[in-house]
């Protein structure tokens, strides 16, 4: 039954207008297993491939715009945006303020916003406090200023842990809190996106924007890690 | 649903194991899953992904990877507002056209509809039942459907920090049964009111609570 719903597939996929695959592609990417239960398919890019076929013979998603979405997450829209906002931070005292009280809009200044970042809370890392960004229940994260998150930031590992022992999975990120230090962990629950601000590193006084916000990581950004300044006579 | 989605205090997980240069997407397919359900007019309400994607069965979700996950939600709800059949999927052939009418996303709209997102916030003269500073306690609930109060903050003790306005109630609306705006706050639950004393003093959580999930404390 397995076998006749791959040949099914790989027959539709190859003669169906538009799709760009040959039997050759469909084959080259099944996993070389055999399961009889098919409740859920498990070779996740021949479904895929079968459902934008249908889907575009259907007239309900144009592939341009699929590409033109995949370019976006890809190459436009990641953690540089974010760290922009940062160095502006830190060298804009009056952006710094209006960041802290009204996310959205600073960030709007530097024309970043949109989808997944349709409301934004800045929160600040001080020598005293720090703060560390999860979302337990799924994996909400600030697309228009980090992108689309990373594996880890979606594992059951981060998503479990973060909040019961957001010290050990700092310690995992090579990062060991003292234990004055405050740790507050923002919960992602609702559609409120959070993005943290790190502390400048000493050292970087001379530093400017465009040099500043080559060194914000995106880790310091969720909170797992902290910025550190380049070493003395190494190119920002 | 008390599902395996609300991981928030597990422990047997393993480690956090981040990857060095990771790319955006680990394989082409996960790129056109991505966008084919930001791009689909789903005859459904926003955020129903999501909720499809927490009715996985538990052995089934933890397997999964998380495109996975994306891709087996999205082909549920397509079934199940019958804008696509299971033939249709499993066979990769159309079988019908757009019969519902949906808008097709076209490549011009992308960056436009991107950049203008879809807020939650409403601007209604819903009043606040609850105040910055005021404490609050988490209701101890076990609701079968979708909820955003997770598991490990029931029946706990917390202070609300920041009134974030009128918001549309995702655990009402996702489900089909309305919009229900309502307050959602910042609510700040020290670590040892939700894990004991062995947690440090320092130390807290902050979760994202609407006025139907808190009561006065």
Redesign the interface.
């Given at each position: 039954m397995t076998t006749t719903r791959r040949d099914l597939l790989t027959a539709a996929l190859t003669t169906a207008a538009g799709a760009a695959v040959t039997a050759g592609q469909v084959r080259a990417e099944e996993p070389d297993h055999d399961h009889d239960h098919q409740a859920v398919p498990s070779d996740p890019a021949l479904r895929a491939k079968a459902l934008e076929s249908v889907l575009v013979a259907k007239g309900l998603v144009d592939r341009a715009a699929l590409d033109a979405l995949v370019d976006t997450y890809e190459h436009r829209i990641g953690p540089r945006n974010g760290a922009r906002v940062i160095a502006r931070a830190w060298v804009d005292r009056a952006y710094k303020q209006r960041l802290l009280k009204n996310a959205k809009a600073a960030i709007a200044e530097l024309g970043y916003g949109g989808v997944e970042g349709e409301q934004m809370v800045v929160v600040e890392n001080t020598a005293r406090i720090h703060n560390l960004v999860v979302c337990t229940l799924c994996s909400c994260y600030p697309w228009p200023v980090l992108g689309l998150p990373p594996v880890w930031y979606k594992s059951a590992a981060y998503r479990s842990r973060s909040v019961i022992d957001p010290r050990g999975v700092l310690r995992e990120f090579g990062l060991e809190l003292a234990a004055d230090v405050e740790v507050r962990v923002w919960d992602s629950t609702a559609e409120v996106r959070y993005l943290v601000l790190p502390e400048r590193p000493a050292g970087t006084e001379k530093l400017g924007e465009t040099e500043l916000a080559a060194l914000v990581t995106r880790d310091a950004m969720v909170g797992v890690s902290r910025i550190v300044a380049p070493r003395k006579g190494a190119q920002a | 649903m008390n599902g395996v989605?609300?991981?928030?205090?597990?422990?047997d997980?393993?480690?956090?194991?981040?990857?060095k240069n990771?790319p955006?997407?680990?394989?082409?397919?996960e790129?056109?899953?991505?966008?084919?359900y930001?791009?689909?007019?789903g005859d459904w309400p926003g955020g129903s992904g999501?909720y499809q994607?927490e009715l996985i069965p538990p052995a089934?979700y933890?397997r999964m990877?998380?495109?996975?996950r994306w891709?087996?939600s999205?082909?549920e709800l397509?079934v199940k507002s019958g804008?696509?059949t299971r033939t249709?999927?499993?066979?990769?052939?159309?079988q019908?056209?757009?019969t519902k009418g949906?808008h097709?996303?076209?490549?011009d709209?992308?960056?436009a509809?991107?950049?203008?997102?879809?807020?939650?916030?409403r601007d209604l003269p819903v009043a606040a039942r609850f105040h910055e500073g005021q404490r609050v306690r988490a209701r101890n609930v076990n609701p079968m459907g979708h909820t955003?109060?997770?598991r490990?903050a029931r029946g706990k003790l917390g202070v609300i920090t920041?009134d974030?306005g009128a918001?549309?109630f995702?655990d009402s609306f996702v489900q089909g049964l309305g919009e229900k705006p309502q307050h959602?706050y910042?609510v700040r639950f020290a670590?040892r009111e939700?894990?004991g004393q062995e947690?440090?003093a320092?130390?807290?959580?902050?979760?994202?609570?609407?006025d139907d999930h808190l009561e006065a404390a």
């Open positions: - | 989605h609300d991981m928030g205090g597990m422990q997980m393993g480690p956090v194991r981040p990857e990771e955006v997407f680990h394989a082409a397919w790129g056109r899953v991505f966008a084919m930001w791009a689909i007019d999501r994607r089934e933890l990877s998380y495109y996975e891709l087996t999205l082909s397509l804008m696509v249709e999927l499993e066979t990769g052939v159309a019908g056209g757009n949906r097709m996303l076209r490549v709209e992308v960056a509809t991107i950049a203008a997102g879809e807020t939650s916030a955003r109060l997770p490990y920041r974030h918001q549309v995702n959602l910042s670590a939700l894990w947690a440090a320092t130390d807290s959580v902050y979760v994202d609570l609407w």
